[in-house]
């Protein structure tokens, strides 16, 4: 039953996609609330399959990779439907698809039936954690996609109807997102140290996961400090925005996958 609605969420959000690359030519009300409607699917599937993964496992997703893109996923598509009345925005709505479409399609490469959790995971601080990262990494994705958008239109592209969307404003939501971003990611270092020390003894073991995490976390400090002490704005602090993410994608596949650690397992 979890695989059917996963892959009804796929097809979904390919439908999501074709929609939203169509739209780069001819955009109307008609798609964008197509795309839209498509994209509420998806989270409602993405939302029934959690759930019966809950189910199947006894416990929450959250015990290894797999189950935490599945997290991801669903915490993009959040992301767009809580912030979409503040941005309004139909090219972000076509990256947040294309995102949520990658990052469903590499878990695929993940799978794995549901299983007891091992004991190191047996805590109420790797749930908080694990949350209060599903909440960053979707606001800093959300904010990926405001610094995108801030960059194609300093280029001149103005498809999707984006000249009702000025730049002023998108730095100004970019800065917004972000500041809530880092504070979930802060919460994100606290309880994994919390956590860590209580199962390993340690607070900070220099892990490759806690190192990398503890880069994204310094990229989006350096984000907020530039912007309020030296007032970046703008251009630097959308591309800022867009490594930032990289960092975050690097970090939850790219560590899990390349580089050995107390975290591989997860």
Excluded at 49 to 66: D, E, H, K, W
Excluded at 141 to 153: E, M, P, Q, V
Excluded at 182 to 190: A, E, Q, S
Excluded at 194 to 208: C, F, H, L, S
Aim: hydrophobic letters at 60%.
């Amino acid at each position: 039953m979890e695989g059917s609605l996963l892959f009804i969420t796929y097809i979904f959000l390919i439908a999501a996609v074709l929609l939203g690359l169509f739209s780069l030519w001819r955009l109307n009300k008609l798609l964008s609330y197509s795309i839209h409607a498509f994209l509420f699917l998806a989270f409602v599937t993405m939302t029934a399959a959690l759930i019966m993964r809950s189910v199947a496992a006894g416990r929450l997703p959250f015990a290894n990779l797999y189950e935490f893109s599945l997290l991801f996923t669903w915490g993009i598509l959040l992301s767009h439907f809580i912030s979409f009345r503040f941005i309004k925005s139909e090219m972000a709505m076509v990256i947040i698809t294309l995102l949520a479409t990658f990052i469903l399609s590499f878990s695929r490469s993940l799978i794995s039936d549901p299983r007891p959790l091992l004991p190191a995971l047996q805590s109420i601080w790797l749930q908080i954690h694990v949350f209060t990262a599903v909440i960053a990494y979707g606001a800093f994705a959300l904010s990926f996609c405001l610094g995108l958008i801030y960059i194609l239109k300093e280029k001149g592209f103005t498809g999707l109807g984006e000249t009702a969307l000025p730049q002023a404003k998108i730095d100004n939501l970019l800065y917004r997102v972000v500041a809530i971003g880092f504070f979930f990611m802060t919460l994100v270092l606290i309880t994994g140290a919390i956590w860590a020390e209580e199962v390993w003894g340690r607070w900070w073991g220099w892990d490759p996961k806690e190192t990398w995490a503890l880069i994204t976390w310094l990229i989006y400090a350096a984000y907020l400090h530039a912007r309020k002490t030296h007032g970046w704005r703008g251009r630097r602090a959308a591309i800022m925005a867009v490594v930032g993410f990289l960092a975050v994608l690097f970090t939850l596949f790219g560590v899990s996958l390349l580089l050995p650690g107390v975290h591989s397992y997860i």
